[in-house]
T-cell receptor
Framework: EAGVAQSPRYKIIEKRQSVAFWCNPISGHATLYWYQQILGQGPKLLIQFQNNGVVDDSQLPKDRFSAERLKGVDSTLKIQPAKLEDSAVYLC??????????????FGPGTRLTVL | GQQLNQSPQSMFIQEGEDVSMNCTSSSIFNTWLWYKQDPGEGPVLLIALYKAGELTSNGRLTAQFGITRKDSFLNISASIPSDVGIYFCAGQGAGNNRKLIWGLGTSLAVNP
């Protein structure tokens, strides 16, 4: 079974530029998550999708971050415009349905973003 | 936001030694997860625990879901160099609050 795919793996941009990340979850996983991980910390949930609907985006800085999962499969996360403090690893994860079917979240390799 | 208390923050051990780390929370959790993260990679799920008192093994790893549902530990027996990495605990709450709450990680270094 293929894991969670993410691209690009690395991105360097200047502040105020825009950037987009792509994620393809494990086949059949209805729930998709985007996390931000700053060096030395645990992952912080930005947004959670159930199929193509948003379940939780309470920690997403909506003035600059946006995400979509139009067909309920792959997803994109965009930052526009980027700030220096956005430098982090952006992780995508997926899981089967919460409740009886939940068996944990499975992560992709992440995209390391550096904002100069 | 809410975080788990994970300890120790870091460990430096000799190859072959056993390792123990734990997480505690002020909240009750329905699920405890233990992850390992290598540099430049995403976290990898090691063990998932679903009920209080549950003790689960995965090779040299053993984890337990505390009986109070507010804590969990992870043990690694006979450590080897490839055990190096950062170990995270994560807990999932009950009811409508299903978001994972993460510990800050335990950094493990193994001296061959």
């Amino acid at each position: 079974e293929a894991g969670v795919a993410q691209s690009p793996r690395y991105k360097i941009i200047e502040k105020r530029q825009s950037v987009a990340f792509w994620c393809n979850p494990i086949s059949g996983h209805a729930t998709l998550y985007w996390y931000q991980q700053i060096l030395g910390q645990g992952p912080k949930l930005l947004i959670q999708f159930q199929n193509n609907g948003v379940v939780d985006d309470s920690q997403l800085p909506k003035d600059r971050f946006s995400a979509e999962r139009l067909k309920g499969v792959d997803s994109t996360l965009k930052i526009q415009p980027a700030k220096l403090e956005d430098s982090a690893v952006y992780l995508c994860a997926s899981s089967s349905a919460r409740g009886g079917g939940y068996r944990g979240e499975f992560f992709g390799p992440g995209t390391r973003l550096t904002v100069l | 936001g809410q975080q788990l208390n994970q300890s120790p923050q870091s460990m430096f051990i000799q190859e072959g030694e056993d390792v123990s780390m734990n997480c505690t929370s002020s909240s009750i959790f329905n699920t405890w997860l233990w992850y390992k993260q290598d540099p430049g990679e995403g976290p990898v799920l090691l063990i998932a625990l679903y009920k209080a008192g549950e003790l689960t093994s995965n090779g040299r790893l053993t984890a337990q879901f505390g009986i109070t549902r507010k804590d969990s530990f992870l043990n690694i027996s006979a450590s080897i160099p490839s055990d190096v990495g950062i170990y995270f605990c994560a807990g999932q709450g009950a009811g409508n609050n299903r978001k994972l709450i993460w510990g800050l990680g335990t950094s493990l270094a193994v001296n061959p």
